[in-house]
Every structure is written in C-alpha cells, then in structure tokens.
C-alpha cells in the first residue's frame, strides 16, 4: 500500500555564491524549525499545434517552479538574505534597489509507515516576504512568515530540483541521512 503524506518538518536553507563565471556555490545548510506549510507548483509553457481543424499536437514544458512557504517565523538573517536588504549597526533598512540573493531550500514530508520524501530545490529567489500581524483579543493571535520563490533552472545545474522518497527501493539510510547535509545537487547523495 502506498504511504499517505501527514506532515511537513526539517526546513533547510542554504545561501548560494556566484562567481562571475557562474560557477554556484553552496554554504552549509542551516536548519530553520517550525515549519507549517509548503507548495510546489510548476510554471508551465504550453502550446498546441492544428491541423485539419483539430489539436494534433499538444506540448507543456516545465519552465520554474513557484515554492510557497508558511512559517512560524523566518529568522531575520534569512529574510534579509531573501530580500537583499542592508543592516547597519543592527538597524535594516529596505529600498527599491534591494536585491534578493539566491538561495537553495530543502524540506521533508512524513508519510504513514514511516516513510518520508525529501527534496532540495536548487537555485531560487525570493518575493519579499507577505506577513499579518493582528492583535490579540480574547485569544491569542499567532502571526506568520510567508514567503514566494521562484526557483529556475540554472545552467550549470540542468536540475530545477532533487528529490528521494524512502518508499523506493534503491534508498538506503545512509542516503536519506546525508539529505541534508548539504544541497542535492546531482544523482549521488552524499554528506560530503
């Protein structure tokens, strides 16, 4: 029977470098807890050939993927690192010219049986990040953190993600363990 997913946990993030070559770098992940929520949704292009007054041909082809994330609260280095802001002596200030760093974010989804999928999607920048923020009344009111990116396929990369499901054969422990170790970049999963 096919495991059902009940839960998302293990957020990772990892700040990525460019030279001017466009060779990618990718800083030790961080783990950041509190996860709630996150979506994968792909762009797509499509298009459609005719003939004899009919669609003969029809094409889609993934072209980004959006990946929308909610959380407890994103610890300000990665906002400001998502955003591009600046920090003097502690004080941030946003404008018009910021410009939001790339990054690689990476999560876990539990499945029944004990089972889980893991993917890093690789090279992406962020929207800057939506938040409400309400008062509390009779109750308490929680406000949160959530953030839209836009992960393309990078040249270097030819990979818009990496994802192992511990539901298929070929993943052993050791693989999933090494998962977030560092960003996925290739076939072979590895700590180092």
């Known amino acids: 029977m096919t495991a059902k997913k009940i839960n998302i946990k293990n957020l990772h993030l990892a700040e990525i470098t460019e030279s001017p070559e466009g060779v990618i770098t990718y800083e ?17 292009a499509s298009g459609q050939l005719y003939g004899d007054g009919k669609v003969s041909h029809n094409t889609s082809k993934k072209n980004a993927y959006e990946v929308t994330l909610a959380h407890n609260k994103i610890p300000s ?14 004080v941030e200030s946003g404008a ?4 939001p760093k790339p990054i690689a974010v990476g999560w876990e989804v539990e499945k029944t049986g004990g089972e889980s999928e893991l993917i890093w999607f690789l090279y992406g920048k962020a929207n800057p990040f939506q938040e409400t923020v309400r008062q509390s009344e009779e109750n308490i009111n929680y406000s949160t953190d959530n953030i839209a990116m836009t ?18 054969a070929d993943i052993t422990p050791e693989m ?17």
């Open 151 to 168: 992960f393309t396929e990078n040249d270097t990369l030819n990979r818009f993600y990496t994802l192992i499901d511990t539901e298929d």
């Open 77 to 90: 280095k990665w906002r400001r690192i998502m955003e591009g802001t600046t920090v003097v002596d502690g």
């Open 28 to 44: 030790t992940p961080e783990h950041i807890p509190d996860m709630m929520e996150a979506g994968r949704n792909p762009q797509v």
């Open 176 to 192: 999933v363990e090494n998962f977030f170790k560092k960003v996925q970049i290739n076939d072979v999963i590895a700590a180092m």
């Open 96 to 99: 018009s010219g910021d410009e």
